[in-house]
């Protein structure tokens, strides 16, 4: 079921989709496990960088990342070159130092809403972390204590409002389900819709999970 690796030369196999790099989302409600799994991913794929959402956001603009992303990394990552970006700090409430983003074969772009629609052009790939999202906000407040009940308030409000507004999932390549075994990793809306880019099987003929 966990054969990450398998699924990794899926990706690499894929044509590049943002200049030389194949941009793969991992989307989400918030508590799914998409930090987790990315982690493991990008490990099947030899160390594939990994942007985190959360580096993009504010308090102020949950969900108002997609100038930062497509200006600092997208399209730098299209014409060859490292994105570079600053992260933001939570708790200092301020971007920190920059980074730097290279443009490697695969790229994962983990965070809620990686799949919406002005960053899909660029996608060559597009998972979603299949859990229902009562269970994964559920998951997310005990993961962060009760210190951000505050924060998780407003943030499942505004993750309802954007995924009202703009979906991910319908367009999702695959749908990883987690379980105490590993990850099954199952054809998305988009892979069964029709003649669309398929990351659920490569040249090994292989189950899809």
């Known amino acids: 079921m966990d054969d990450l690796a398998r699924h990794a030369d899926d990706l690499f196999a894929l ?4 200049g030389p790099v194949r941009l793969v989302a991992v989307d989400g409600y918030a508590g799914s496990g998409k930090s987790t799994f990315a982690a493991r991913l990008a490990a099947a794929l030899g160390g594939a960088p990994v942007l ?10 949950l969900f108002g990342w997609t100038g930062r992303l497509l200006e600092q990394v997208i399209l730098p990552l299209s014409r060859g070159e490292h ?18 983003l290279e443009p490697a074969p695969v ?3 983990e965070g809620v809403g990686s799949g919406r629609r002005e960053v899909r052009p660029w996608l060559a ?16 407040r005990r993961r962060d204590g009760p210190g951000l009940t505050g924060f998780w308030d407003g943030w499942t409000r505004a993750e309802e409002r954007h995924f009202a507004g703009d979906p ?20 998305g ?21």
């Open 15 to 18: 044509p590049p989709s943002c």
């Open 52 to 61: 985190h959402l959360d580096d993009l956001a504010t308090h102020e603009e």
């Open 83 to 100: 994105g570079r970006y600053a992260p933001y700090d939570w708790t200092e409430r301020r971007f920190g130092p920059e980074r730097a």
């Open 107 to 109: 790229v994962l772009v």
């Open 125 to 140: 790939a597009l998972c979603w972390m299949e859990l229902d999202r009562a269970t994964s906000w559920e998951r997310g």
């Open 168 to 187: 991910s999932r319908p367009y999702a390549d695959a749908l990883v389900r987690q379980s105490p075994a590993g990850y099954a990793w199952l054809p």
């Open 189 to 209: 809306p988009r892979s069964t819709a029709g003649p669309n880019r398929v990351v659920t099987h490569g040249s090994r003929n292989d189950p899809p999970y």
